[in-house]
């Protein structure tokens, strides 16, 4: 586009041309070895720094004198048209020398329209390219709020599988505790039931299978169930009553076998297990009941052992006998009442089981989340990544975008006048008569 404007600016003046045309070929000698340097020099003279008052082209002549550093294409337009008429080629000269007026007249008339024409295209695609970046920056702003948005949901939902894994943990962590104490309780209570009650016994322990047999007998009428207890209470209170049925039977064997001389001592063995009962930390309550019936019971067999030991009338006898009876309906409904409180017991048991499947089945629910949970994370991650693979391509695209000269509104609007002053120039050339 400079090239076409500075042959314009030529073209526009044959008549000087003509007059210089001589001294140009006398000096194109010594110009041709410098004259990539020079014409570099003449579009960049800003880069290098001037020397005062020093002569730039001897030969392009003004009317001060030759052209020095301080002489500016763009600020003068007398020196641009000094420099323009000189910038010929060998071959332009030869062109131009064989044509007319008129003929160079309208190849500049062309070369003006191709000018504007290019300054015109320029500023277009100059305008294009603003947009263009303007758009990008828009897209790049619109792209950082997004990555926002995931690094605020990618935080929530760390959040939620921590509180997830820590909920998890603590009650993993307060089951395997309610075991530890339910274990050592049975330890403990089994330890002290060996050597207390069942010094002769084997060292083995009945276990909680035997005890659900034996409690598979059917409540007696009349009982009510035990609420349903949780946790060590249920354990505990289950040993109770299998340790308050083992003892009943126990004593009851004893007395059946026993003098009656050996009954003070089975009272005193009772007392010394009621003192041992209170001082475990445990509900004990019913089988301070138990013991206290068998107690009873056994001050009644001792009762009816002396009386029997002695001649009886029969209304004595009968009116003991009653009693004997009453004694026994009493044993028997107690037993029922015990069998009721194993038959409640099992029942707890079976809610606790049902509740440790629930807990088992919720960690397994808590699990699958978590892996879900995960698999969600790394779909966000790869999406994090991707996005900012885009971000660093379009910062790359607005780098590469403002390398390019952005026109502001001043620059558009010179670009508009220097249009129209081609124009004019070109209605100007339309008007030339020639003779």
Not at 133 to 149: D, F, G, R, T
Not at 205 to 220: D, G, K, Q
Request: overall charge negative.
């Amino acid at each position: 586009m400079l090239q076409s404007i500075v042959s314009s600016w030529v073209i526009c003046t044959p008549g000087i041309w003509c007059l210089q045309r001589i001294e140009y070929f006398e000096r194109l000698c010594w110009e041709c070895a410098l004259r990539g340097e020079e014409e570099l020099g003449i579009f960049f003279s800003d880069t290098g720094v001037p020397r005062q008052g020093n002569v730039w082209r001897p030969s392009f002549l003004s009317s001060n004198g030759p052209l020095t550093g301080e002489d500016s294409v763009m600020q003068d337009a007398t020196t641009a048209t000094i420099v323009a008429r000189n910038l010929l080629t060998p071959k332009d000269s030869r062109l131009l020398s064989g044509r007319s007026d008129e003929l160079a007249v309208q190849e500049s008339l062309a070369l003006s329209v191709q000018c504007a024409g290019s300054v015109s295209n320029m500023g277009q695609r100059l305008l294009a390219r603003s947009r263009q970046v303007e758009s990008l920056m828009a897209e790049v702003e619109s792209l950082k709020q997004e990555i926002k948005q995931l690094k605020y949901e990618n935080r929530s939902l760390h959040v939620l599988a921590n509180n997830y894994s820590t909920g998890m943990k603590r009650k993993l962590d307060e089951l395997q505790e309610s075991e530890g104490r339910i274990q050592s309780d049975r330890q403990r209570f089994s330890s002290f039931l060996q050597r207390h009650i069942f010094p002769g016994s084997s060292s083995v322990w009945p276990s909680i299978e035997t005890s659900n047999a034996l409690s598979s007998m059917p409540p007696a009428p009349g009982v009510l169930p035990r609420p349903n207890l949780s946790g060590t209470e249920q354990l505990i209170h289950r040993i109770n009553l299998r340790a308050a049925m083992d003892i009943k039977s126990h004593i009851e064997g004893r007395i059946l076998k026993c003098p009656s001389e050996d009954l003070a001592l089975l009272k005193e063995d009772l007392s010394k297990l009621i003192s041992a009962i209170d001082n475990l930390n445990i509900d004990s309550s019913s089988l301070k009941i138990k013991i206290a019936e068998i107690m009873a019971a056994s001050t009644e067999y001792s009762s009816l052992r002396v009386i029997s030991s002695k001649k009886l009338s029969p209304d004595v006898r009968a009116h003991q006998l009653a009693a004997i009876d009453l004694s026994l309906t009493q044993a028997r409904s107690s037993q029922q009442a015990a069998s009721g409180d194993y038959q409640s017991t099992e029942t707890s048991l079976a809610s606790v089981r049902v509740r440790l499947d629930t807990l088992m089945r919720e960690q397994e629910q808590l699990g699958i989340e978590a892996s879900k949970l995960e698999s969600v994370l790394g779909e966000q991650g790869a999406t994090l990544s991707q996005c900012q693979e885009e971000i660093s391509r379009l910062e790359q695209e607005k780098d590469m975008a403002m390398e390019l000269p952005i026109l502001s509104l001043t620059e558009v609007e010179t670009l508009k006048a220097l249009e129209g002053l081609l124009e004019d120039r070109l209605l100007s050339f339309r008007d030339i008569v020639f003779k």
